[in-house]
């Protein structure tokens, strides 16, 4: 028979909304389970090094920041499982959450769940996704070695992990559609300097070539309409983020980009159901700005429970 197991408050997702929201609840006396889905310590576990979280002036790593996240959540009562959300029922109380072994029972919960990266949509994507496409520099990096390749992008991810791809490669082109970059200036200024970044502008991926891996790219002027095809031995994708809200679809009011609708409160559309992080937030998408929500969503949690 299923197991069925009551918490008090429920927080999904351990990046950082989801593990900083821990951090304030446990300390509350409120024993917050975390499920932390499919990438513990969320997006920033996927880049080599964050250099704007205050309070490290070397800069830290992605999985190492999180992995201090979580020891100092855990060190307060917070519990952390390796377990992923599979239906969240918000029309009854408590709320239930489903993982592959477990229901939850729950009078509260955070949704931290984030975004994922977005994908370009193109033929020959999906069917070459791990042999020469792929969304992370750091997890797969190392594999393009002296080979020649892509970032797609204009933005601070994208220029963060095309510098670091340029510790393997031998040389990263950025395709970017606009004649200007998204990032900040810093990262800006270290890529058009550095000697093995180079820049095709004004231009989109309209096809990824190859069978068992990447021989090239078609690629599009968006001025123009000309298309033409570049070699290529691998491709790194960075246009954006979804926030993961699908799930919740029907059950909770969201914004046209699927972002979750909050209050002042950090509550959603349901009483009893907060939100932190980039699940609600398209706009700052920060490591800072997303714990800083993940703490005042635990908060107004501990209000709320408080009150009941
Ligand atoms: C390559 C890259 C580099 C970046 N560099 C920086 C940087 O230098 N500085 C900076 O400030 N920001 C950076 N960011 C952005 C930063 O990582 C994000 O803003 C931040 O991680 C968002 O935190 P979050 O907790 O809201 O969501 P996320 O980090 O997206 O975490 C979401 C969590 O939800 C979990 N989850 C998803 N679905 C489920 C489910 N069904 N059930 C349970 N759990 C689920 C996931 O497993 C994950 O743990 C970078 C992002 C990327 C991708």
Not at 103 to 128: C, F, M, N
Request: charge should be negative.
């Amino acid at each position: 028979m299923e197991e069925k197991v009551y918490r008090r408050l429920l927080i999904l997702g351990s990046g950082p909304a989801g593990l900083t929201a821990a951090l304030y609840a446990a300390r509350a006396d409120l024993s917050p389970l975390v499920l932390t889905g499919m990438i513990p310590y969320g997006q920033a576990s996927l880049t080599n090094i964050i250099e704007n979280y205050p309070g490290f002036p070397q800069g830290i790593g992605g999985q190492e920041l999180g992995q201090l996240f979580e020891q100092q959540a855990v060190q307060f009562g917070a519990e952390v499982i390796y377990e992923q959300a599979e239906a969240i029922d918000l029309s009854v109380r408590p709320f239930e959450v489903k993982t592959f072994s477990t229901t939850y029972q729950t009078d509260a919960i955070i949704l931290a769940l984030g975004a994922s990266h977005r994908k370009l949509g193109v033929p020959g994507e999906r069917e070459l996704t791990g042999r020469g496409v792929s969304y992370c520099g750091t997890c797969d990096g190392w594999f393009f070695k002296d080979k020649d390749i892509h970032v797609v992008g204009g933005g601070d991810s994208a220029l963060e992990e095309a510098l670091f791809l340029t510790r393997f490669a031998k040389s990263v082109t950025i395709i970017h559609r606009r004649d200007e970059l998204r990032a900040g200036a810093i990262l800006q200024n270290r890529a058009k300097s550095h000697p093995k970044i180079r820049f095709i502008w004004n231009s989109v991926v309209k096809e990824i070539l190859g069978s068992e891996k990447i021989d090239g790219l078609k690629i599009e002027n968006v001025l123009t309409g000309e298309q033409t095809t570049v070699p290529s031995e691998g491709v790194f994708v960075f246009i954006g983020h979804d926030p993961n809200s699908q799930m919740l679809n029907g059950q909770i009011e969201l914004h046209p980009d699927g972002t979750v609708k909050i209050d002042e409160h950090m509550m959603t559309s349901v009483p009893g159901v907060f939100a932190a992080g980039e699940i609600a937030d398209s706009h700052f998408r920060q490591v800072v700005t997303s714990a800083g929500m993940g703490a005042a969503a635990a908060i107004q949690v501990t209000h709320y429970l408080g009150d009941l």
